[in-house]
């Protein structure tokens, strides 16, 4: 609910406060009183075009701030919530705020917060619906025509309508991931061929963990067989045989253990000295076999050294490709057939989409087709309802349509036996149409010429909507171009009956209509000095009836005003509002 509208420098205002009510409130004025200028700050202020021409002569800006209160459980909290401007000490409070510069340009805030235009506009669009010469009227949207069939239509069509846009969401997912596995088939190919090169160029060398560091050894022992031969049998000499006129290191051990042996028992340390020679003999004989034994394996062999050269330069060359060490090359061996086994997956996985694109294509393609038919349904309830109500505001044999509009597409949806473009809302493609007169074509709503009549058509279209739409706020400007008596009481009539859904804000002429409000707001200029400025009165009482006997005849007489008590006293009868 539009709670307060403050005006400052403004077109003729200078500084204005207004307060409105819940309910039906009025604004009206002789004409020229400024009535549309604080519609057009209202406009202004939720989003609207901005112009210069609108800041008030000799100041530097305008600024419009609007007060809402926001009941539990709207849409347009999570939408704040969604733009991190929601008040946290006051969930319900909502102000807007735009500053217009002398140059155009413009600033806008929500509860304090800096936001942009756009953003501005889209919570504003939540908030007010302005019917009348102005461009912000959501009936004239046909997504939001679509929007509203689909809320007149209920819990069936809602139903349908969700289950159908989540089965589109799995439909355009599938054929996203299809469609990124067939654009990235050719390198995907190429990519399969090299990891499965790489991975049996890796395979086919069958590395061994700790094998390099064996070849190396074994290397370097056939690099330095001639000289290690001839050690050997050096050694062996020295410890065994002897060479010469030198004796073995075995004979010499021997002859001074048996020399040392006569006096073991008469000198402890020549006994010891004795046990340390036999052990020392023991380990010649030993080392000595041990070289023999070597040297026996020392055959020389070029071939095995020139396989081990070309298997060492096999692993060197795999190391320089895929790791610094034998064990990196066969982690990445690993991760290489990883990379491959999930390739090779997505191939299967593009066949599984295909199949269940096919599946997923025909699931849509009922709901498509149920939803539609819910539609038409909904459609012409819709168009009897509306019907009903434009005869009430006397316009004639005027006729109200829902057109519902599917396009071919050989791509499309599956629906019946024909393909159907579709979108996230179904294949239909709704557009509210009007023929207000006999003999007339039928014409979109935006196209209707008349500022009155489409005033009082978006008044019928929102009688028979008020408990389906989430505006809350309605605005109706001009809705009495035009028409009197009967048809005026007709239209004062629902606009009561949708106030008690909505809050309604209405400029009128009418007194049939100034009569109904529950909130009267009389708009009028005054010259101070040589400025003029726009005020604002709440009326009620004797002032509310002068200023609907001013709005019969212009005059004030004791007749007027008995007229003018008698219309206030039937427009707030309950079968008033009926």
């Not at 501005?120 to 669009?125: E, P, R, W």
């Not at 289950?163 to 469609?179: K, M």
């Not at 191939?347 to 709901?367: D, F, I, N, P, T």
């Not at 009620?540 to 007229?563: C, D, F, P, Y």
Request: aromatic fraction near 4%; glycine fraction near 8%.
């Amino acid at each position: 609910m539009l709670v307060e509208l403050h005006i400052r420098d403004f077109a003729l205002i200078d500084r204005l406060h207004i307060e409105f009510a819940p309910g039906f409130n009025v604004l009206t004025g002789e004409t020229g009183a400024g009535k549309s200028i604080v519609i057009d700050a209202l406009q202004t202020v939720i989003g609207g075009r901005a112009r210069a021409d609108l800041v008030r002569t000799g100041r530097d800006s305008a600024v419009i701030e609007a007060v809402f209160r926001i009941p539990p459980g709207s849409p347009i909290r999570a939408q704040l919530e969604e733009m991190g401007v929601a008040d946290p000490d006051d969930p319900e409070a909502l102000v807007l705020r735009r500053e217009v510069l002398s140059t155009g340009r413009s600033r806008c805030w929500i509860n304090g917060h800096p936001v942009t235009v756009g953003q501005l506009a889209q919570v504003g669009a939540e908030l007010v619906d302005i019917h009348g010469q102005h461009e912000h009227q959501s009936l004239l949207v046909p997504h939001k025509q679509l929007e509203l069939l689909d809320a007149y239509g209920g819990p069936a069509v809602l139903a349908l309508k969700q289950a159908f846009a989540d089965t589109w969401q799995r439909l355009v997912a599938a054929r996203r991931e299809l469609a990124a596995i067939v654009a990235g088939e050719r390198e995907r190919a190429r990519r399969i061929d090299l990891l499965r090169f790489q991975v049996e160029e890796i395979e086919q060398a069958r590395l061994v963990p700790g094998e390099e560091e064996e070849l190396e050894r074994q290397r370097r022992l056939l690099a330095q067989l001639e000289r290690l031969r001839a050690e050997t049998a050096r050694v062996y000499r020295s410890l065994y045989e002897g060479d010469g006129n030198v004796p073995a290191a075995a004979d010499i051990l021997a002859d001074a253990v048996q020399a040392l042996q006569p006096f073991r028992e008469v000198e402890p340390d020549l006994a010891e000295a004795a046990r340390l020679l036999e052990t020392a003999a023991v380990n010649v004989a030993e080392a000595a076999a041990l070289v023999r034994r070597s040297a026996e394996r020392l055959d020389s062999d070029p071939a095995r050294l020139e396989e081990i050269e070309a298997r060492l330069a096999l692993i060197g060359n795999l190391k320089r490709k895929y790791g610094a060490t034998t064990a990196e090359v066969l982690a990445f061996a690993e991760t290489l057939r990883a990379e491959l086994e999930a390739l090779l997956q997505s191939e299967e996985r593009g066949e599984e989409l295909q199949k269940e694109l096919v599946a997923l294509e025909r699931e849509a393609g009922r709901l498509a087709g149920e939803l539609s038919a819910a539609r038409a349904e909904a459609a012409r309830r819709l168009e009897e309802a509306v019907a009903a109500e434009l005869a009430g505001l006397r316009m004639g044999p005027g006729r109200f349509l829902v057109r519902l509009e599917r396009v071919p597409d050989r791509e499309g949806l599956p629906v019946g036996q024909e393909r159907l473009a579709a979108t996230a809302t179904g294949v239909d493609r709704v557009e509210f149409y009007l023929s207000a007169n006999p003999g007339e074509e039928p014409r979109p709503l935006a196209k209707v010429a008349s500022g009155g009549e489409l005033s009082r058509v978006a008044l019928a279209i929102k009688r028979v909507l008020a408990q389906v739409d989430s505006v809350p706020v309605l605005v109706f400007d001009e809705v009495d171009a035009g028409i009197g008596g009967q048809t005026a009481q007709g239209v004062a009539q629902r606009l009561r009956a949708v106030a008690r859904e909505r809050q309604v804000i209405c400029v009128t002429h009418l007194a049939q209509i100034a009569t109904a409000a529950d909130h009267h707001l009389h708009i009028y200029k005054a010259v101070t000095g040589d400025r003029t400025t726009v005020h604002v009165t709440p009326l009620s009482g004797q002032a509310r009836v002068e200023e609907i006997a001013r709005m019969l005849a212009g005059v004030l007489t004791e007749h007027t005003l008995e007229n003018a008590r008698e219309l206030l006293r039937m427009a707030q009868e309950p079968s008033a509002a009926s």
